[in-house]
């Protein structure tokens, strides 16, 4: 079943704003991460976030996650044309020994 | 990116062909994981090995077998592929099942005419 699902499916900006992606999922997790897409290639991992932190940072990305309302929102500032990819949720479940589950990904367009 | 390798890159097969995905890494993980990505579908998980052996087989077709001869090369074999086959496929590696963040090769397009 799809764990993580994304918000925007896809979104438009201008080179120098910033752009924020949500992630909703169901179950309770130990981790959330977000990747990277360019297109036709492998996913990059950008940002690990566990089930007991709020909120993490790495360069021009910031991660929240709020546990209570099952969500998480990455923050891209000064966004770069280089930014333009597919970005996508995974999600660890908490129980078992279980892998990652993907979400449909959101379409990012940074247009100079 | 040189983390993990696949190859073929491309790869354009006939129905009644045999061939072979190849993904090797060389991080020193102990898991391997194989993902289909059809296009408008989130990224599907087809096998999982940890420490060589197959733990998770995800309802997939018989059409592909995974072989995994040691921690570091991970093979998908496919025979008599349909069209709806084509796709991206993925190879991933993470230094444990799940807990960690997953490194992915940058993928073979396989096309099935």
């Known amino acids: 079943s799809q764990q993580g699902e994304e918000d925007p499916q896809a979104l438009s900006i201008q080179e120098g704003e910033n752009a924020t992606m949500n992630c909703s999922y169901k179950?309770?997790?130990?981790?959330l991460q977000w990747y990277r897409q360019n297109s036709g290639r492998g996913l990059v991992h950008l940002i690990l976030?566990?089930?007991?932190?709020r909120e993490k940072h790495s360069g021009r990305l910031r991660v929240t996650l709020d546990t209570s309302k099952k969500s998480s929102s990455l923050l891209i500032t000064a966004s770069r044309a280089a930014d333009t990819a597919s970005y996508f949720c995974?999600?660890?479940?908490?129980?078992?020994?279980?892998?990652?589950?993907f979400g449909k990904g959101t379409m990012l367009l940074v247009s100079p | 990116e040189t983390g993990v390798t696949q190859t073929p890159r491309h790869l354009v097969m006939g129905m009644t062909n045999k061939k072979s995905l190849k993904c090797e890494q060389h991080?020193?993980?102990?898991?391997m994981y194989w993902y289909k990505q059809s296009a408008k579908k989130p990224l599907e998980l087809m096998f999982v090995?940890?420490?060589?052996?197959?733990?998770e087989n995800n309802s997939v077709p018989s059409r592909f077998s995974p072989e995994c001869p040691n921690s570091s090369h991970l093979f998908l074999h496919l025979h008599t592929l349909q069209p709806e086959d084509s796709a991206l496929y993925l190879c991933?590696?993470?230094?444990?099942?799940?807990?960690?963040?997953?490194?992915f090769g940058p993928g073979t397009r396989l096309t099935v005419t």
């Open positions: 991933a590696s993470s230094q444990d099942r799940g807990r960690y963040e997953q490194y």
């Open positions: 995974a999600t660890r479940s908490s129980s078992g020994y279980s892998t990652l589950t």
């Open positions: 991080l020193g993980h102990n898991a």
């Open positions: 976030i566990r089930s007991n932190e």
């Open positions: 090995y940890s420490l060589e052996e197959r733990v």
């Open positions: 179950t309770s997790i130990n981790n």
